[in-house]
């Protein structure tokens, strides 16, 4: 049985990820300690697959319980690491708390799979590590500028230590992936962004506003240096970068079983589209208006990012297949499910 460790598996892109590599026939085994999920994206993934996967509620810092995951389900096949706080405002607000968390885990988990002799490792790294690019559509031979924000330095630093461990006399091997804006849910409506909190994302943010939860949506800027004004990112549906994920798994698999390497690779749709562009698709789409007002710009944010379509996701076999509008479409059906859930 081809089993493979999923950190961070009951959140956002984690949970997704855990149904593509069930159903690409991978054994998922999941760890989360519910930091910014629930327990109920459990049942979520049960139900769209049918059955249970094994999850266990861990810290990945807690180097003894880690560990006695590796020794109950090995041997394992890889590790796919999404574990970390994402929020660039609250990196920029509590940076201390994104070093210990984001870095000190990764370095507890790379030290625990050294220990067990698993070498395969992909990696969730993000656009954020390019800073300010200073032209796009961004490569992954951009040069790497000076991070925006603290969530943006421990995705630098968790590449940096990729890197070392490819480098150094241990065999090791990993596919870094730098995904730009996942948003979506999955089509059932089973599973989706679940933040907990006020969100720090975007769209669920926007889905709340819609759904009457937040009073109003607040655009992080509308001075910027873009067509609109609005920032400008590329959004891919979560679905899609899932099945990136899968894909990743699958190159390490293929590769000779004495080489060692760091394959990086960009994974986005290859178009920006700016908040307000995002807004007005939305409104659309689901014939819905989104009660939202222009404020000031948010520290840490970067002005504008996209990816460009190369080859290094060609030769991973994957490109994005799922539309803005399908994901924005998929996002509100989510938010009408959790509202029904609730009532």
């Known amino acids: 049985m081809k089993k493979v460790i999923v950190t961070g598996g009951t959140g956002y892109i984690g949970s997704h990820t855990a149904v593509e590599l069930a159903e690409a026939g991978f054994e998922p085994i999941l760890i989360d300690n519910f930091s910014n999920s629930e327990r109920s994206v459990l049942d979520g993934i049960s139900h769209i697959l049918g059955r249970e996967i094994p999850f266990y509620e861990l810290d990945c810092r807690d180097r ?3 560990n006695q995951v590796f ?3 090995g041997p394992i096949l890889g590790v796919l ?4 706080f994402k929020a660039v405002g609250e990196s920029v607000k509590d940076p201390l708390k994104y ?3 984001n870095i000190g885990s990764m370095a507890v988990l ?3 799979m050294a220990e067990h002799g698993v070498f395969n490792f992909i990696f969730s790294s993000s656009c954020t590590v390019y800073g300010s690019p200073e032209v796009n559509p961004v490569t992954e031979s951009t040069p790497l500028q000076d991070a925006n924000s603290p969530y943006g330095f421990t995705k630098q630093v968790g590449e940096q230590m ?3 461990l490819v480098s150094s006399p241990l065999f090791f091997r990993a596919v870094t992936l730098r995904y730009f804006n996942p948003i979506g849910a ?6 989706g962004e679940l933040p907990a909190g006020p969100p720090n994302n975007l769209i669920p943010y926007l889905t709340q506003t819609v759904a009457g939860i937040r009073e109003e949506l607040t655009v992080f800027g509308g001075n910027y240096d873009t067509p609109d004004g609005s920032c400008i990112r590329d959004y891919i549906h979560v679905v899609d970068l899932a099945r990136a994920h899968v894909k990743a798994l699958e190159y390490v698999n293929r590769q000779g079983p004495d080489r060692k390497f760091n394959f990086i690779a960009n994974i986005g749709t290859g178009a920006g589209s700016s ?12 014939g819905l208006k989104v009660n939202y007002r222009i404020g000031d710009r948010r520290s840490g944010d970067v002005e504008q990012v996209w990816a460009t379509v190369g080859s290094r996701m060609k030769d991973l076999g994957w490109e994005a297949e799922l539309s803005l509008e399908d994901a924005l479409r998929d996002a509100w059906n989510w938010q009408v499910k959790l509202g029904q859930r609730d009532q």
Do not use: C, M
Not at 81 to 84: E, K, Q, R, S
């Open 64 to 66: 003894a319980a880690l």
């Open 71 to 73: 020794v109950s389900e």
């Open 81 to 84: 690491h999404f574990a970390a």
């Open 99 to 101: 070093y210990d968390n």
């Open 110 to 112: 790379l030290g625990v």
């Open 162 to 164: 990729v890197q070392d």
């Open 186 to 191: 999955h089509p059932s409506s089973e599973i």
């Open 275 to 286: 908040v307000l562009e995002v807004i007005k698709t939305f409104e659309r789409v689901n």
